[in-house]
């Protein structure tokens, strides 16, 4: 990798990458009007500066924004910018990214111009938001302001990309940084090492790594930070020989390992089953390079050996901690106390919290939560409860993950309506549900076969503007498909349309599973076909965590593993050498189906046909049920 500012490209495996960039007439150097992969931007400002949608639906009319500033309106230094500014920093620094959010939002209502400072901050506040959507409308705010990006600007945009996993539009961006005059920082090649070390691509950054070290990168140098990132990388990708050879060019620098260094080394020591390792660089950081070890060094190893099932030596390194003059934290224990309770060793679980007590470590949320999780996966619901009430008298406010666990616990023990009353409970705290409560409650109406109180409760969850994910769709596929009504899984997909969730290739999977519950093969074919056609499918996994429903009710355990298979089959739809293309389930109308018999005994299944509606009931097993009406109904 090599970068010629005279000619403004970049030589990055034998490709020539050629800047993009526009000058005015003012002479300035700024981000074109392109998106960040050359595309044209769609998102343009609005006059009150909100952000705008990227979905291709109807903007909404937006008020009249307040007069500019006076002083703004001069191009002067304006004090409320600058004081909002550092308000919005405060409150990144904070980690409360949302509330700057609306603090940008506040100062644009109010008639002010934000500066370039301003916009680098909510760059930042969008960044821990995960709101990658927005950068092309920030980008064109930027360039409609006139504004020139500095190199702290062009940081926290290749950050941002960074987070997004965009990597070719992050060095794109590192090229427009030197073509613009901007020279790159040890914070941008650092940056782009950490992005291609998360891509999975450790030569990459060792050749950014190279490049910065070269003669052409001028003043910048590679300081500490530089050499641990790159450490990182190569441990991540399972390299140890590779990063063992950055820290020693780090030595060979004059760069010294520090506990970052080893810390790293340690923790893919103990990834890969080899914590004896990690235990033997405690003793050269301590014997050799002179360093104390930390809490989150012991934390690795305990954490390593409870991973590796031996439990006994996790025990002693807490123990030993105290002889080394390191304190066992909370989290530490809080390890060491999940490797007992997932072995279900209760009675070594009270020696930790005894030994807790000993140190003088208060229990956390955490502490509570891994004793909750363990009991409501058994369905101890009585020893949950007390769990709870300690948790309670301790002074600590549960959240929506706690209430997740114990509505998991009143599932597996087949009371769906304890589980719902939770929802209720919370409300009544002030504490909002989340989208891993709502799923929970609905799959424990799914699993008493009761399907019009998992719709209920869907309608609520709408209603309470929790957006659905995968999982609650795939729960609500699964729970008809075991009421033998694939005809209402594939009004599911619509949901899901209508939802603007992406169903994956598994999700057809399921509606495929229902078909063929009731020996309906050639619709199951249709599933298969409609998947492998499709071109909506997602294979991103999910961003919230979703309730585990793998043991329990029986009727929980045959779709986790029906679910399991699909996806540790992806090419499964191929195993179906009749499948028919299709343009979507959710359009195919039910009076297309056919029976996969040819025999002269078999009659198409028609909605007008009150024979076939008997027929396909029986085979269903709907007695008494009414098939008139195949809408879903449901609060949206």
């Known amino acids: 990798m090599s970068l010629s500012g005279a000619s403004g490209t970049m030589v990055q495996n034998g490709v020539q990458l050629a800047l993009t960039s526009t000058v005015k007439n003012t002479g300035k150097t700024r981000i074109n009007g392109e998106g960040l992969n050359g595309s044209p931007l769609k998102e343009k400002h609005e006059g009150n500066g909100a952000l705008q949608p990227s ?50 939002r506040q100062l644009v209502d109010d008639g002010h111009r934000p500066s370039l400072v301003t916009y680098t901050s909510l760059l930042t506040a969008l960044t821990s938001q995960r709101m990658f959507d927005s950068i092309p409308w920030l980008l064109a705010q930027v360039e409609d302001a006139r504004l020139r ?52 691509r450790p030569e990459e950054s060792q050749r950014v790594f190279d490049m910065m070290a070269g003669e052409e990168a001028g003043t910048v140098r590679p300081n500490l930070t530089t050499y641990n990132i790159l450490v990182k990388a190569w441990c991540d990708a399972g390299r ?22 080893y810390n790293t080394l340690a923790s893919a020591y103990a990834k890969n089953d080899e914590t004896w390792r990690a235990e033997e660089l405690v003793v050269e950081m301590a014997q050799q390079a002179g360093l104390r070890t930390s809490e989150r060094t012991w934390g690795i190893i305990v954490g390593g050996y409870c991973r590796e099932g031996r439990l006994g030596e996790a025990f002693r390194c807490v123990r030993q901690m105290k002889d080394v003059g390191v304190l066992p934290n909370v989290i530490v224990f809080n390890t060491l106390l999940k490797g007992f309770l997932d072995a279900n060793d209760m009675a070594t679980v009270d020696d930790v919290l005894r030994l807790m007590e000993q140190f003088g470590i208060d229990p956390d949320i955490v502490t509570y939560s891994h004793q909750l999780n363990a ?36 599932v597996r023990a087949q009371q769906p309506e304890k589980a719902e009353e939770l929802l209720r409970q919370m409300g009544r705290l002030g504490v909002r549900p989340n989208v891993v409560t709502f799923t929970t409650v609905i799959s424990g109406w799914c699993s008493v076969a009761d399907m019009d109180n998992a719709m209920r409760v869907y309608g609520s969850m709408r209603g309470a503007g929790v957006r659905p994910n995968l999982r609650t769709f795939d729960t609500l596929i699964w729970g008809y498909s075991e009421q033998k009504q694939p005809w209402k899984a594939e009004e599911v997909l619509q949901m899901m ?41 997602s294979h991103d996994n999910d961003e919230e965590e979703e309730p585990d429903r793998s043991d329990g009710v029986a009727k929980l355990q045959r779709f986790e593993r029906t679910n399991g298979q699909a996806k ?56 008494g049920q009414s098939i008139s009406s195949f809408k879903m109904v449901f609060l949206s």
């Open 375 to 410: 009991f409501s996966s058994l369905g101890h619901m009585a020893k949950c409860m007390k769990v709870f009430d300690k948790m309670i008298e301790a002074g600590i406010e549960p959240d929506p993950q706690v209430y997740s666990i114990l509505a998991k616990g009143y």
């Open 497 to 537: 349309q209508d939802a603007g969730v992406k169903p994956k290739q598994t999700t057809y999977g399921l509606v495929a599973d229902a078909w063929k519950a009731v020996g309906l093969v050639e619709n199951a074919n249709r599933a298969f076909g409609s998947s492998s056609s499709s071109s909506n499918l």
């Open 240 to 261: 140890m020989e590779e990063a063992w050879r950055v820290v020693t060019g780090m030595r060979v620098a004059g760069a010294e390992p520090d506990v970052v260094t």
């Open 55 to 104: 979905n291709g639906q109807a903007k909404q009319p937006q008020p009249q924004p307040a007069p500019l500033c006076t002083t703004c309106a001069k191009g002067h230094t304006c004090q409320t910018v600058i004081a909002r500014t550092r308000q919005m920093r405060a409150l990144i620094d904070a980690r409360k990214p949302y509330q700057a959010h609306s603090a940008f």
């Open 149 to 200: 990006p500095d190199s702290i600007f062009f940081n926290a945009l290749i950050n941002a990309l960074v987070e997004a996993g965009r990597m070719g539009e992050a060095t794109n961006t590192f090229l427009r940084m030197g073509h613009s005059g901007c020279r790159p920082t040890v914070s941008t090649f650092n940056t782009l090492i950490k992005g291609y070390g998360i891509a999975d």
């Open 568 to 623: 540790s089959a992806p090419s499964r739809s191929m195993q179906v050498t009749s499948a028919v293309a299709s343009t979507g389930l959710a359009s195919i109308s039910l009076q297309a189906v056919k029976n996969t018999s040819n025999s002269s005994s078999s009659c198409r299944l028609r909605l007008r046909s009150s024979c076939c509606r008997k027929q396909l009931q029986m085979q269903c097993g709907l007695y």
